[in-house]
């Protein structure tokens, strides 16, 4: 199917359990990679599902891996981290929002790779409140683009008490760049109540501002070349 064609299969499902409701969704591996779908099917006991009694449409779209595991969305690759070090390889251009919740022992590391996948939504990053956490999180070889006037791409500047504190974040070697209306009004980092942030490398081209950083501690940036309005605020 991912290469253009289309197969069908009859899938016969049993719920264990004392379940009534939910959502299913499907894998299939190719002998090489899981594929996870993008439909989420919802189902009652005793009901048919679908639109049909006994067919339905399961999409698949390569978006995001983490190891072998493909994923349909950035979003689902990131809810897939686990304990440990988790690396997410972009497969694609993306331009959905996510957020992504800082959690006890799971390192996350956003990797663009060698083709530099271009993203134009906004990554919003909770800290949970973990101002002294030991976990990380990674953005590198990504470009950043948008026309949208105002875009922010990585975003942290709630003051609630769990979604703030972001720690210990990397962006490294990725390029931000606005054009249209983002010209002199897109934000690369806006960064709250955050600890240890470090930019690496990288270009900031036609952006409002690089960093806007409010009560932070611990900021580094190096190497990074600057061609718009703002630096650092």
């Known amino acids: 199917p991912l290469q253009g064609t289309t197969s069908n299969y009859h899938v016969h499902l049993m719920?264990?359990?004392?379940?009534?409701?939910?959502?299913?969704?499907?894998?299939?591996?190719?002998?090489?990679?899981e594929y996870v779908s993008e439909?989420?099917?919802?189902?009652?006991?005793?009901?048919?599902?679908?639109?049909?009694?006994?067919?339905?449409?399961?999409?698949?779209?390569?978006?995001?891996?983490?190891?072998n595991v493909v994923y349909p969305s950035l979003q689902k690759a990131i809810n897939a981290c686990k304990e440990g070090d988790n690396t997410i390889e972009l497969l694609a251009d993306n331009a959905e929002d996510v957020t992504i919740k800082q959690v006890e022992g799971v390192n996350v590391t956003i990797d663009g790779?060698?083709?530099r996948y271009d993203y134009s939504g906004t990554i919003t990053i909770h800290g949970n409140a973990r101002h002294d956490g030991a976990e990380t999180l990674t953005f590198q070889n990504i470009n950043f683009t948008t026309n949208e006037a105002g875009h922010y791409f990585i975003d942290s500047?709630?003051?609630?008490?769990?979604?703030?504190?972001?720690?210990?974040v990397t962006v490294s070697n990725c390029n931000f760049t606005a054009t249209g209306d983002g010209v002199?009004?897109?934000?690369?980092?806006?960064?709250?109540q955050g600890f240890d942030i470090a930019i690496n490398g990288g270009t900031f081209?036609?952006?409002?501002?690089?960093?806007?950083?409010?009560?932070?501690?611990?900021?580094?940036?190096?190497?990074?070349?600057?061609?718009?309005?703002n630096g650092i605020q």
């Open 15 to 33: 719920i264990p359990g004392d379940n009534t409701t939910g959502n299913i969704y499907f894998k299939f591996f190719d002998g090489t990679k």
């Open 205 to 229: 081209t036609n952006l409002h501002s690089a960093l806007q950083a409010y009560g932070n501690a611990g900021i580094t940036v190096s190497g990074i070349t600057l061609n718009g309005k």
């Open 157 to 168: 500047n709630s003051t609630g008490s769990v979604e703030r504190y972001a720690h210990n």
């Open 184 to 192: 002199n009004s897109a934000v690369a980092m806006r960064i709250r």
């Open 113 to 115: 790779g060698t083709s």
């Open 39 to 67: 439909t989420e099917i919802p189902f009652e006991a005793f009901t048919s599902i679908g639109d049909h009694p006994n067919y339905s449409i399961i999409n698949f779209k390569i978006v995001a891996q983490i190891g």
